[in-house]
């Protein structure tokens, strides 16, 4: 598993595992900035020089925004790689999204490592996350996994 990029039984949806086979085959990460564009079809919202934002293509259900932040530099899966001024950028990021979408209360989660984290994708890459409107609507609590060491 050290050579792939994605994890195809930590998907949620079959269309999601068919496609994290085919990145698999293909050698190449999903979230590399030059991979992404190509294949996320949601457009980016807003960048900087280190992190992007777009909207989570299969968001977790009963959520009235999941945003996804991905890192643009050298792949890694770890934030220990970074420099301060990556970290900062991310959470400018953050800051601006939760101004742009008047966010008061969200949820910030970031898997890292190459295993057992419940993570889908080896690229460092975060979410956030706010809960629906509507307890009619959306009963259920949001579920989010996180997986357990391999």
């Known amino acids: 598993m050290k050579n792939e990029f994605v ?20 050698g190449k990460c999903p979230f590399c900035p030059e991979q992404f564009l190509k294949i996320h079809k949601k457009p980016t919202i807003k960048e900087n020089e280190s992190w992007l ?15 996804l932040f991905v890192f643009k530099g050298k792949h890694t899966s770890t934030f220990d790689n970074l420099t301060n001024d990556q970290k900062i950028h991310l959470f ?14 969200a949820a910030f989660l970031m898997r890292y490592g190459d295993s057992g984290n ?7 890459h975060c979410h956030v996350i706010v809960g629906g409107n509507n307890k009619e609507q959306n009963p259920e609590k949001i579920k989010v996994k996180v997986g357990y060491r391999k």
Not at 7 to 26: H, V
Not at 94 to 105: A, D, F, Q
Not at 118 to 124: E, I, Y
């Open 53 to 67: 934002v777009t909207e989570n293509e299969t968001p977790y259900q009963g959520t009235k925004y999941h945003f």
């Open 92 to 105: 400018d990021l953050i800051s601006w999204i939760n101004s742009e979408y008047n966010i008061n209360s």
């Open 118 to 124: 419940g993570s889908s994708v080896r690229h460092l």
């Open 7 to 26: 994890d195809p039984n930590e998907t949620r949806t079959e269309a999601q595992r068919l496609q994290y086979e085919e990145i698999n085959r293909s």
